[in-house]
């Protein structure tokens, strides 16, 4: 006995309606028949009878592979998974005074995550009386967006949130696209690698140069 899954739609005997809208394995519209017709017609060609319509008036029933439809089906779900992008954040946090050194390996850590295809939340904290002067954090947020303006593009623009100020910066490259452009560089990558393992084992050694000069 198969284990039947609850997720499952119903079939062959376990379709318990007097009667079903039949459907053809290729499509075909067959027509209102009796459940005891379409279990026999299924029985002929060998497949099962798939209820595919539970709440329609009367039920739909198709003719198929059901083995064959799960596995598929289940393919199609792994490959939907393997190519489902996961959005992440990134976050990060600035000064409204920061100096220059720190400013560039911030906005370089920002053009990292773009590249990778990841949305960067911004976010600038005020101390004591610098809350009193959120332009120089609005100031800090336009020129950080500027700067990165050919990488991502203010998908939220700056606004207050207490004490802090806070911009959200989307990258103009997909997380698909972007994974995509990385995996095309490791492997490039690995075949330049390839390539000068197989140049330096086809050079000659020391040893071998000074056996030519002895011949």
Do not use: C, W
């Amino acid at each position: 006995m198969k284990e039947h899954d609850i997720s499952d739609p119903r079939i062959n005997d376990r379709i318990r309606v007097p009667q079903v809208r039949l459907v053809g394995p290729n499509g075909e519209q067959v027509g209102i028949v009796k459940i005891e017709e379409a279990l026999r017609l299924a029985g002929e060609v060998d497949l099962d009878l798939v209820e595919v319509a539970p709440m329609a008036n009367p039920p739909v029933a198709k003719l198929m592979d059901f083995g064959k439809y799960k596995y598929e089906a289940a393919l199609k779900a792994r490959e939907a998974r393997k190519n489902q992008v996961n959005t992440v954040i990134k976050e990060i946090k600035l000064r409204p005074k920061i100096d220059p050194h720190d400013y560039e390996t911030k906005k370089g850590h920002v053009v990292r995550f773009l590249n990778a295809g990841d949305k960067v939340k911004v976010t600038i904290m005020f101390r004591g009386r610098e809350q009193s002067r959120p332009e120089l954090g609005y100031r800090l947020l336009q020129r950080l967006a500027q700067d990165v303006t050919e990488l991502g593009f203010v998908e939220s623009a700056p606004k207050q949130d207490g004490r802090n100020m806070i911009m959200v910066l989307g990258p103009t490259k997909k997380k698909a696209d972007a994974k995509a452009e990385q995996r095309r560089r490791r492997d490039s990558a690995r075949a330049e690698q390839g390539e000068a393992g197989a140049e330096a084992e086809s050079a000659p050694t020391t040893e071998d140069v000074a056996q030519a000069a002895q011949a």
